[in-house]
């Protein structure tokens, strides 16, 4: 659904806006008290989301965020370590969540290219002789920081069987795990086969309002019921919005390709605009982002005046994320746009 003032809004896929399909859902959705368990139309979300990722069990939590710390709280033990990408969300874009909620140290392992392999991970836990324990590894996939780029089932197993021979959890950081699904033709089940517990985000790509989905063994879901407590997270006729995440497993995963697609058109405008800002060739899901030394200095002022909103991932590097709110005619005016910015 396009924006109601116009603005073509590339900053996130977290500003999707739900479907007419999801909001008569909420409107009708059965509901109960979900901390007693009783809500059925959370319960239905819960067992359709652990089934599509061949878990146990899942819970539904307010934010990704909160899915991961719970994760981190479950899996790990304070004082320890954890080990992630050195750009990785859960390090880089969780206001110190790991030390503040779980007590556990972050051990951030080199992921140029966007992702670290079995080597690192081996390396890691080899060279502790003084440090802290480790106690457990987390994967984010799609990879933000490196636009979006999914992990193979190779290289998730790769490291996953490595850290669990090494006696660590693996914990998968699956905001976007349907992005990579699709892009690679996998499902997510095998995608997160080897992992302990996984996160993946129903208010991305997939366009619900709300909430996030934490998936594992049944001995998982009920310890992370009892953080979700904890962190405030729990929910009463939380159905009303729980409508909306099986609307978005139901409908809104096979259109993703569209998003993908329109990232690509996208790079492939800047690179021919400035060369060398994008590698066309390395987008396969709906992030594209370019550095800012190799774009206009101004650009970002330039594209939300004229009402296209783009934003910065850190301070060098500027990202553009395509969803369900960014039409093919969207990204035809915004490449018109960048024609204006690069003459």
């Not at 939590?61 to 969300?89: D, F, K, W, Y």
């Not at 992702?115 to 836990?125: E, R, T």
């Not at 933000?144 to 999914?150: C, D, L, Q, T």
């Not at 099986?246 to 809104?252: D, F, K, N, R, S």
Request: contains cysteine; aromatic residues 4%.
């Amino acid at each position: 659904m396009p924006s109601p003032d116009g603005r073509i809004d590339l900053r996130s896929d977290t500003v999707t806006t739900p479907t007419p399909e999801m909001r008569r859902a909420m409107a009708d959705a059965d509901v109960g008290d979900d901390v007693y368990g009783e809500d059925p139309t959370v319960n239905r979300l819960q067992s359709l989301a652990a089934g599509l990722l061949g878990k146990e069990a899942a819970l539904y939590v307010p934010t990704g965020t909160m899915g991961n710390q719970i994760a981190l709280r479950v899996h790990g033990r304070p004082g320890s370590e954890l080990l992630c990408g050195a750009r990785a969300h859960i390090y880089r874009y969780e206001d110190a969540g790991a030390a503040w909620n779980a007590g556990l140290q972050i051990h951030p392992l080199d992921d140029a290219g966007g992702c670290f392999g079995a080597d690192a991970v081996l390396h890691a836990v080899g060279g502790m002789v003084h440090g802290p324990p480790i106690t457990l590894c987390a994967l984010e996939n799609t990879y933000m920081s490196e636009a979006g780029r999914p992990w193979s089932t190779a290289e998730v197993a790769a490291v996953a069987n490595v850290a669990r021979d090494n006696g660590l959890a693996v914990h998968v950081d699956g905001a976007r795990i349907w992005n990579a699904s699709v892009a690679l033709g996998t499902s997510p089940s095998d995608l997160c086969a080897p992992a302990d517990s996984v996160m993946f985000c129903l208010s991305k790509g997939l366009s619900a309002p709300v909430g996030s989905m934490l998936c594992g063994t049944r001995a998982f879901v009920d310890a992370a019921r009892d953080h979700r407590h904890r962190l405030g997270g729990g929910m009463r006729q939380a159905g009303v919005i729980a409508a909306a995440g099986i609307v978005a497993l139901e409908t809104m995963v096979e259109r993703l390709a569209e998003d993908h697609a329109n990232a690509r058109r996208l790079a492939d405008a800047l690179a021919q605009r400035w060369p060398g800002s994008v590698d066309p060739e390395t987008i396969q899901t709906n992030i594209v982002c370019a550095p800012v030394a190799a774009l206009p200095a101004d650009i970002l002022t330039r594209l939300a005046s004229a009402r296209i909103l783009a934003g910065l991932l850190d301070a060098h590097t500027v990202r553009f994320v395509t969803h369900n709110d960014v039409t093919d005619h969207d990204i035809a005016t915004v490449i018109k746009t960048l024609d204006t910015l690069a003459g």
